[in-house]
């Protein structure tokens, strides 16, 4: 047996991957109500984004709470907000885990936060691109989404993340966006853009 086998959920007993099927709702909601994922930055100055976001949306809950069996084993959480941290909190960066977390858990939000004085404005794309090769003689350009490499306006750089979330395969379409600026002094958050599909959008 490969080590730490026993503690894959496929390999336990009760598991069943029909939990999973697309007219199903997903058996992970049962233990942990996740709905919400936010984007930001990994900055620790704009931990509180997450809080700040659960706190404008009214009816969230962060950071929750662990729940635990007679036992004393973690089986679940009362969280419902999940938090995805990158350089400069692109869209780009997330998307994964956005398609990873819809699966498990079926994501109805998906928020996009950009903050103040994030690292990512200090620089454009091409010179990344350029230090980058002067230093590690190696070629980042084609790998990468050229907008999602840095920041130049707060203002387009969050409505391109949110439309790169509407555009891609990795979000379904009926998942409600939206995206946030939020001032990392002051700690106030205000809503940029929002996409919200009409009722009854496929998915």
């Not at 100055?45 to 659960?54: G, L, M, T, W």
Request: aromatic content about 12%.
């Amino acid at each position: 047996m490969t080590k730490y086998t026993e503690y894959e959920f496929r390999t336990q007993p009760w598991f069943d991957e029909s939990w999973f099927a697309p007219d199903s709702t997903s058996r992970f909601s049962q233990f942990i109500p996740m709905k919400t994922i936010v984007i930001h930055c990994f900055d620790p100055r704009a931990s509180e984004i997450p809080q700040a976001v659960a706190d404008y949306l009214g009816d969230e809950v962060y950071p929750g709470e662990n729940i635990l069996d007679e036992a004393g084993n973690r089986v679940g959480n009362t969280r419902t907000l999940f938090a995805v941290s990158n350089a400069g909190g692109r869209a780009v960066g997330a998307l994964q885990s956005v398609a990873t977390m819809d699966y498990l858990f079926r994501v109805q939000n998906v928020v996009v936060v950009h903050h103040s004085f994030c690292g990512a404005t200090a620089f454009t794309p091409d010179t990344l691109i350029g230090e980058f090769h002067d230093h590690h003689h190696a070629e980042i350009g084609e790998i990468f989404d050229h907008d999602s490499l840095a920041i130049g306006h707060f203002e387009d750089s969050i409505r391109h993340d949110v439309k790169l979330l509407r555009e891609s395969n990795a979000v379904p379409k009926n998942v409600k966006l939206y995206g946030f600026f939020y001032e990392i002094n002051s700690g106030k958050l205000t809503e940029v853009v929002r996409d919200v599909p009409a009722s009854g959008a496929s998915q």
